[in-house]
């Protein structure tokens, strides 16, 4: 597909915080944006549906409907559902449709989900955001790779992105991506433990103290809100990113100990933002706060009563 990108009509499987921003961004471009997520069958529907009529995005019912329309398809949903969104995808997909997997999967799902779109005739090309997406929206760091990477990379340039192609070959981006989230979430379990056991023992200001003796570069107050705040708004999805993580460590034959703990303890803060420790029940409706300690507080309340 040669046309200009900017007259494509892209596809968004999953409207959430991700495919909401980079809608946002397409759109404020005039490209045509269509957008299907499960949770236009919840009651969670109308803060898509708003958001979706704010913006001019298109909401759809089905991944059949979207793949039959769109000229570029990109998925950003959980992990866990990289390769069946593909499956869904496949026997509506059109020849020479992009497929951009955003997917925080192991090269090993990358794999198979492009398997099911290339048999299909559709262009797969797997991308690996780098960072958080708020900050930057539309120029996050984006790593691409497949054989079809190189040539799609001036055209989401052209769109806004900031496309980096590391490789011809599939799962090299991904594993980039799943091996430095062993590192980031792990950290934010980390801090999430650390802090709030030092919150029960009194011994906070001494820890804090000592984190920035020993790394100086880093502000542990600022550093420790933005971790609990990541993880209770995010937590189900970074849980399921994290599992995927510990499936491209298992992949190699090293047991994925750190990753299948920094798992358990993501979702544990997500059954509590569910459960309605942080404030509102569920994750969306919770009040960001500043000062870590505040969380660190409803956590040990929670503990304390069980």
């Known amino acids: 597909m040669n046309r200009d990108s900017r007259q494509w009509h892209v596809g968004f499987v999953g409207y959430g915080e991700v495919g909401r921003i980079l809608a946002e961004d397409l759109r404020a471009q005039g490209v045509k944006v269509s957008a ?5 069958a ?8 708003d958001h979706a009529a704010a913006h001019g995005v298109a909401l759809v019912a089905s991944h059949a409907e979207l793949a039959a329309r769109a000229d570029c398809i990109v998925c950003a949903v959980t992990a866990s559902q990289a390769v069946p969104v593909a499956q869904a995808c496949e026997p509506a997909i059109r020849a020479g449709t992009w497929f951009v997997d955003l997917n925080s999967a192991s090269p090993g799902a990358k794999r198979r989900a492009a398997a099911l779109i290339a048999a299909a005739g559709g262009a797969y090309v797997e991308g690996a955001v780098m960072t958080s997406i708020p900050p930057y929206r539309i120029k996050v760091p984006l790593l691409l790779g497949g054989s079809h990477a190189a040539e799609l990379a001036p055209h989401l340039a052209a769109l806004g992105f900031s496309p980096k192609v590391v490789s011809d070959q599939l799962g090299v981006a991904s594993a980039t991506k799943m091996c430095r989230s062993v590192m980031i979430k792990g950290l934010e379990a980390m801090v999430i433990e ?12 001494q820890l804090l103290a000592s984190l920035t003796e020993t790394f100086p570069g880093v502000d542990w ?10 993880a209770i708004e995010h937590g189900r999805r970074r ?12 992949e190699i034959g090293l047991a994925p100990w750190s990753a299948q703990g920094t798992a358990e303890r993501q ?3 997500a059954d509590l933002a569910d459960d309605g420790v942080f404030g509102v029940k569920g994750s969306a409706g919770f ?8 969380e660190a507080d409803r956590i040990l309340k929670h503990v304390k009563k069980d």
């Open 239 to 250: 849980s399921e990113e994290v599992r995927e993580v510990a499936e491209t460590v298992r």
């Open 287 to 294: 009040a960001r706060q500043s000062d870590w300690r505040t």
């Open 267 to 269: 979702a544990w803060v």
């Open 194 to 205: 650390s802090f709030t056991a030092a919150r029960a023992y009194g011994v906070e200001d």
């Open 36 to 40: 299907c997520d499960l949770k236009l």
């Open 221 to 230: 107050e600022k550093q420790g809100a933005y971790f609990f705040q990541r």
């Open 42 to 49: 919840t009651q969670q529907a109308g803060a898509l549906i």
